[in-house]
């Protein structure tokens, strides 16, 4: 990836600031603003992680008295059948 400023020479990937200018730029103290491409940081993997296998985070059993849980069973309405009894998908 080239330096942002100067668009010559190879830009320095910074871990915390992303894609910054080059040596010779650095040098010259060239103000080039912002970085322009920010890494991912570690909270946003996570949350991430979070958003694209939430349904996986569903418990089966709901409630103090474990009754089915309604997300589950339309979620994965195959498992259900082998958490719960028919009478207990009926009421779901």
């Not at 330096?3 to 060239?30: E, W």
């Not at 089966?60 to 474990?66: C, E, F, I, S, Y």
Request: glycine letters at 4%; aromatic letters at 10%.
């Amino acid at each position: 990836m080239l330096c942002p400023a100067c668009k010559k020479n190879p830009a320095i990937q910074d871990p915390t600031y992303g894609v910054t200018h080059c040596a010779s730029c650095r040098a010259n103290k060239v103000d080039i603003g912002r970085p322009e491409f920010y890494i991912q940081t570690q909270k946003d993997r996570v949350q991430e992680g979070r958003d694209k296998f939430e349904k996986d985070m569903i418990p089966p059993h709901w409630g103090k008295d474990n009754k089915a849980n309604p997300e589950f069973v339309k979620a994965y309405p195959t498992q259900a059948t082998e958490y719960f009894t028919e009478e207990e998908l009926v009421k779901v």
